[in-house]
């Protein structure tokens, strides 16, 4: 069984299948706020997503993570930190990439396990 | 039990491994199509994949998709579209990459669903 | 049931969860050894990530591989033929990417099966 949430023009945001809850790429909705401010609101909205799915931050399995300046990962680390405890930490893959579409500094892909 | 199929020189196309069918990035044979050409050639090389794995477009579960240049991201967005009805519709991540290959606008790697 | 292993100061190196094994993005210790080198060093370390989950190279699903200049692909390939016998081969994306952090030519991505 397959279940889907929240579609849109182009993607659903949530897809579970076998006990684990896919997330598509989430961009921050508000582009002026720098990576930082980005990064949060990236996280508040996969909070959400994952709420959808009957699952929480704390069951993250992946993370792949693309930054349009590598350097500025530290802005990015700090706002990760804030929101998870080192014990419930993912595996993650930092990827500095071209073009992220027009004042977008960050975007997030992240796997989680599904509840119990 | 894991499942391979379709071996190339350096991967599997396709592999499938407790309910999840992994796809390879795929890329057009013909890239004199432009980019809505190219991913409509990919959209069915990866029907193909999926059915070598007993499975088909409406199971899928995430995409990720890279372009060389974001800005057309609607030229792929028609073919995707074309291809998929609303309700089957994966997560998807899309991003825009450095470099692709010579002449290659964009790549596709899937996961879908084994069937049930 | 989640289990997590090797926790940095950002990520945990490996997931386990419904018998996917998770590893965390991995690049190479000494970047002065060129991309053939930079490949070698990668895949010795993950052999030790998949060895910490009980699994082991014979039993990848996917690989996403990140390149900072896609036409050296074929130094890493010589790696990558070296490291894996062709029945084993997951599937796999190459992609050209901006920036992986200073001198850092490769970053490689893996899945595999948990043992059985």
């Known amino acids: 069984m397959t279940e889907r949430h929240i579609q849109t023009p182009i993607m659903h ?3 579970v299948h076998n006990g684990i809850v896919f997330v598509g790429g989430t961009v921050a909705d508000d582009m002026s706020v720098g990576l930082e401010g980005q990064t949060d609101q990236i996280l508040a909205k996969i909070d959400g997503y994952l709420k959808e799915a009957g699952t929480d931050k704390t069951r993250l399995l992946s993370a792949t993570i693309f930054l349009t300046d590598l350097n500025r990962k530290p802005e ?6 804030r929101w998870l405890s080192p014990e419930h930490f993912p595996t993650r893959a930092t990827v500095g990439v071209a ?6 500094l960050i975007e997030i892909v992240i796997t989680a396990a599904a509840s119990a």
């Not at 990015?76 to 930190?81: L, R, S």
């Not at 073009?99 to 977008?104: A, I, K, Q, V, W």
């Open 99 to 104: 073009d992220l579409g027009e004042d977008t």
């Open 76 to 81: 990015m680390d700090k706002a990760w930190k």
């Open 13 to 15: 945001r949530v897809v």
